[in-house]
């Protein structure tokens, strides 16, 4: 099984990156699939989940209204758009899959999780 995630980088504040996590090794369709971040120093933290066909969302307070998670089956890929980003956006971002959403801060606790790609949001 890998989730790859990929897109992370460096941008400054108010720009904009576009997550993508590449799944394979498991029938992606199946399973509803979540981001979670983790800022140096501090815990983990669920950002967002998408259920299985990709109809209904749900998103963290703290990025509603400027992240958007979204997948696309046929391509086995999640991706989450992230707009208006601020400094306290910066975090390792991952990718995580499992049957039931759970909004689980922790990747452990889901089925599958990739290793994280790197947002750095700073002036």
């Known amino acids: 099984v890998h989730l790859v995630e990929s897109g992370g980088g460096m941008v400054q504040p108010g720009g904009s990156l576009r997550l993508s996590c590449a799944a394979s090794?498991?029938?992606?369709?199946?399973?509803?699939m979540s981001w979670v971040r983790q800022a140096p120093g501090k815990g983990p933290e669920w950002v967002s989940a998408?259920?299985?066909?990709?109809?209904?969302?749900y998103y963290a307070d703290s990025v509603k209204g400027r992240f958007t998670i979204s997948r696309d089956n046929a391509k086995n890929t999640l991706y989450l758009e992230m707009n208006s980003l601020k400094p306290e956006d910066t975090a390792l971002y991952y990718c995580a899959g499992e049957m039931i959403i759970s909004y689980s801060h922790y990747p452990h606790e889901y089925d599958y999780w990739g290793q994280g790609t790197q947002v750095t949001v700073s002036s």
């Open positions: 998408i259920n299985t066909g990709g109809g209904s969302t």
């Open positions: 090794g498991f029938t992606f369709r199946r399973y509803a």
